[in-house]
C-alpha cells in the first residue's frame, strides 16, 4: 500500500510538471511598452495627439487625483504617451479654444 500511494504521488508530480512545462503562459517573452514622456507644452504642438488627449483624459480625472502635477497616459497611433503637467497647465489646456467640446467633464469644477 505505501508503494501504491509513492507511485501515485510520483505520477501526480509528473502529470504536473508535464502540465506546466505545455502552458503558453511560460513560453513567450513579455511584450515591452515604450512610452514617450512629454510635458504638455510639447504635446499641444501635435495636433493628433491634442485630440486624443481630449478623448482620453478628462477634468474629473485631473482633478481626483489630489496632486499638484498630474501625468496622464494617451495612445495616440499605436504608441503610448505619459504626457505631464501642472494642474493650472491641465485647466489651460481644457479650456482652450477652437477644441471640440466632447468631453463633458470639461466644463465642470473649472475655476
Not at 502540465?19 to 512610452?35: I, L, M, N, Q
Not at 489630489?66 to 493650472?88: M, N, S
Request: glycine share 6%.
Amino acid at each position: 500500500m505505501k508503494t501504491l500511494k509513492s507511485a501515485l504521488v510520483a505520477v501526480l508530480v509528473a502529470f504536473t510538471l508535464v502540465s506546466v512545462s505545455y502552458a503558453d503562459g511560460f513560453k513567450e517573452k513579455p511584450k515591452f511598452r515604450v512610452v514617450t514622456n512629454l510635458n504638455i507644452e510639447q504635446a499641444i504642438k501635435n495636433p493628433g495627439l491634442v485630440r486624443s488627449m481630449y478623448q482620453q483624459v478628462t477634468w474629473q480625472q485631473v482633478v481626483e487625483a489630489h496632486q499638484h502635477v498630474y501625468i496622464g497616459e494617451v495612445i495616440y497611433l499605436g504608441k503610448t504617451y505619459r504626457i505631464t503637467g501642472k494642474l493650472d497647465q491641465w485647466k489651460d489646456f481644457f479650456l482652450m479654444d477652437g477644441m471640440p467640446r466632447t468631453n463633458c467633464q470639461r466644463g465642470k469644477n473649472v475655476s
